[in-house]
């Protein structure tokens, strides 16, 4: 199947750093996502990517759809405690399934 | 508006024994999702419904039964739980590419 690698598997910040994280992929995605998740709890989507080149900003959060459409990037700045979680990538190759596939997520910590 | 709902929260089994995991939604979305995730391994899908009455498998569906009699409505079933089936269950809802999930179904399989 297809497969997401997501990088890097954890970091350990400050707060008030700002934060980068990625996903590859060795095949075309229609559409890629970014989704949160706190301890105990289901993913919840933070951005939305519909075109190659495209940049979106939600808050703190920006989010790109790579021009190759192979791979997508989601910054945070001035990180902040509660956004301590597990981040994760999701590209969907088009279809009328519209099943995702997941990056194996980033566990972020932000240290006060 | 509940959004995806999951029953029940936690469930501890024998080797053997059955159950049947309850996903509800009330966005009228026509598609829903059963995904598994274990530690490192991220989400993956064990089976998907595009429309009532419809189900297909994904990534991991073995050991797993899905039905969809009812739109809103998405159930998993292990008909004989495995401690490999150890794991927390999510199901999602789209209507497009865009998934909502539930808070999740934690299973553990003795």
């Known amino acids: 199947g297809q497969q997401l690698n997501q990088s890097p598997q954890s970091m350990f910040i400050q707060e008030g750093e700002d934060v980068s994280m990625n996903c590859t992929s060795s095949?075309?995605?229609?559409?890629w996502l970014w989704y949160k998740q706190d301890p105990g709890e289901g993913p919840v989507l933070l951005i939305a990517?519909?075109?190659?080149?495209e940049l979106t900003s939600n808050g703190r959060l920006t989010a790109q759809f790579g021009i190759t459409r192979k791979d997508s990037f989601l910054n945070i700045s001035a990180s902040i405690p509660s956004d301590v979680g597990i981040y994760f990538c999701?590209?969907?190759?088009?279809?009328?399934?519209?099943?995702?596939?997941f990056g194996k997520g980033t566990l972020l910590t932000v240290n006060p | 508006n509940a959004g995806v709902t999951q029953t029940p929260k936690f469930r501890v089994l024998k080797t053997g024994q059955s159950m049947t995991l309850l996903c509800a939604q009330d966005?009228?979305?026509?598609?829903m999702y059963w995904y598994r995730q274990d530690p490192g391994m991220g989400l993956r899908l064990i089976h998907y419904?595009?429309?009532?009455?419809?189900?297909a498998k994904g990534e991991v569906p073995d050991g797993y039964n899905v039905s969809r009699l009812k739109k809103q409505n998405f159930l998993l079933g292990l008909e004989s739980a495995a401690p490999s089936q150890t794991s927390v269950y999510f199901c999602?809802?789209?209507?497009?590419?865009?998934?909502?999930f539930g808070p999740g179904t934690r299973l553990l399989v003795l």
């Open positions: 966005m009228n979305h026509e598609y």
């Open positions: 999602a809802s789209s209507k497009r590419e865009t998934q909502y």
């Open positions: 095949s075309i995605f229609n559409t």
């Open positions: 419904s595009v429309g009532e009455g419809t189900t």
């Open positions: 999701a590209g969907q190759l088009g279809g009328s399934n519209y099943k995702l596939t």
């Open positions: 990517l519909y075109k190659a080149g």
